[in-house]
């Protein structure tokens, strides 16, 4: 039975703050870290800011020795480390081009020779996207709607977060230097994309039937890891091509939890669950995860 990584597994429990065990953490200071923002030393000043909700402008404000020395100690924790990890790199590459997908880094787009594929502070991502991949049915990397796995860099109308088109899967900048946990929902959520597209017609009927009972009961999981939980639900309630991709993320990330959720509904919004889930599973080539 495949296993997700500890890291992604940990997606189920609720983010736990580090208010208290970082020194000059505050809420407010971790709820910026958590969507991106960073503290830079710059021209003799320290300075809080950074994307604005993924999008393409920044705001710096002035900010202090005390916020830099928290935003270092919450990046050691929950950030994304700046590490090398080459043997990663080969192993992932060679992964993913068996498997006919190719690896883009964003950063250098335009330049598709292999020397400008390696960034040397991405040892973790092609690490964690490895496992979380090898974690996968091996048709999930083979398919025709997951071709392109891009890390960092910008999408179209200057997007830093992270999209899913014409068979791609983008990690925009703000996903690769982020939280951990971001990437890997993200990572995940993206996938779940491909998964839906590969979703054929009558399936999405099937699925849009009990999507319907499900929105009618507010029945959906919210899983903390950009944003709130409760934004992630209110998004998949407004949006059907939401809603799959997340479930996948879930699925894959959660199953106990979402098997033991689907359990304590009413019966109607239970069949609808288990007529969903039951679609999963079979995409999952018959794996339930823990
Ligand atoms: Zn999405």
């Known amino acids: 039975m495949p296993c997700m990584p500890a890291e992604v597994r940990d997606l189920a429990n609720p ?5 208290g065990s970082v020194p000059g953490l505050t809420a407010e200071l971790e709820n910026e870290f958590r969507f ?3 503290v830079i030393f710059f021209n003799g000043l320290y300075r809080l800011g950074g994307n604005i909700k993924g999008g393409s402008s920044s705001i710096w404000s002035p900010s202090n ?16 480390p700046a590490e090398e990890n080459p043997a990663a ?5 060679t992964f993913l081009r068996s498997r006919g997908v190719k690896l883009v880094n964003g950063n250098y787009y335009a330049c598709e020779q292999d020397d400008h594929l390696y960034c040397k502070d991405w040892g973790y991502l092609y690490a964690i996207t490895l496992s979380v991949l090898r974690a996968l049915p091996e048709q999930h990397a083979e398919r025709a709607e997951f071709r392109t ?7 179209p109308d200057c997007a830093k977060g992270s999209a899913y088109d014409d068979a791609t899967v983008n990690m925009y900048e703000f996903a690769v230097e982020g939280a951990r946990r971001t990437y890997v929902g993200l990572l995940l959520h993206e996938l779940g994309h491909a998964q839906e597209a590969a979703f054929d017609g009558p399936q999405h009927a099937v699925l849009y039937e009990h999507y319907k009972t499900i929105v009618a009961h507010k029945a959906v999981l919210g899983v903390e890891y950009l944003l709130d939980a409760e934004t992630r639900r209110i998004y998949q309630l407004r949006v059907f091509e939401e809603f799959l991709p997340e479930v996948y993320m879930i699925y894959a990330s959660q199953g106990e939890r979402l098997r033991r959720y689907m359990a304590e509904h009413p019966p109607a919004v239970r069949a609808a669950w288990q007529a969903i889930y039951e679609i999963y599973r079979k995409a999952f080539d018959g794996i339930e995860y823990a």
């Open 65 to 80: 020795v005390p916020a830099y020395q928290a935003y270092c100690g919450w990046k050691d924790v929950d950030g994304i």
């Open 36 to 38: 991106g923002q960073k």
């Open 89 to 93: 790199f080969d192993e992932l590459l």
């Open 15 to 19: 983010w736990r703050s580090l208010v």
């Open 149 to 155: 796995l891009q890390l960092g860099g910008w999408g």
